[in-house]
């Protein structure tokens, strides 16, 4: 079993920055892969980055490559999302979630959710 809480969403400015972070409960956090997904108002929840357990591998969803990263302390149990030259198109709430298989790119599914931090920004 895994908990995970975002942390660091908040209302910034269109071009600024934020870093969101996500802390896991749980010993085998090391073992698992990490993403991030967000969630529009009136949309659907899309992926945003994912990371391999070792963090030797990143995936990014295409309207947030170059601006976005995704990165990972395994002595922590934390996740972290850097997010750079944000848009008003960035806005939603944003989901920090666990999967122990093996995804090698976008994953087919999560087997554990966070509750989500609400980033918001103004134009």
């Known amino acids: 079993q895994v908990q995970l809480v975002e942390s660091g969403g908040a209302l910034v400015q269109a071009g600024g920055s934020l870093r969101l972070s996500c802390a896991a409960s749980g010993r085998t956090f090391s073992s698992y892969y990490m993403g991030w997904f967000r969630q529009a108002p009136g949309k659907e929840r899309e992926f945003v980055a994912g990371i391999s357990w070792s963090g030797g591998s990143t995936y990014y969803a295409d309207s947030v490559k170059g601006r976005f990263t995704i990165s990972r302390d395994n002595a922590k149990n934390t996740v972290y999302l850097q997010m750079n030259s944000l848009k008003p198109e960035d806005t939603a709430v944003y989901y920090c979630?666990?999967?122990?298989?093996?995804?090698?790119?976008?994953?087919?599914?999560?087997?554990?959710w966070g509750k989500g931090t609400l980033v918001t920004v103004s134009s």
């Open positions: 979630a666990a999967d122990p298989r093996r995804w090698g790119g976008v994953p087919g599914g999560m087997n554990y």
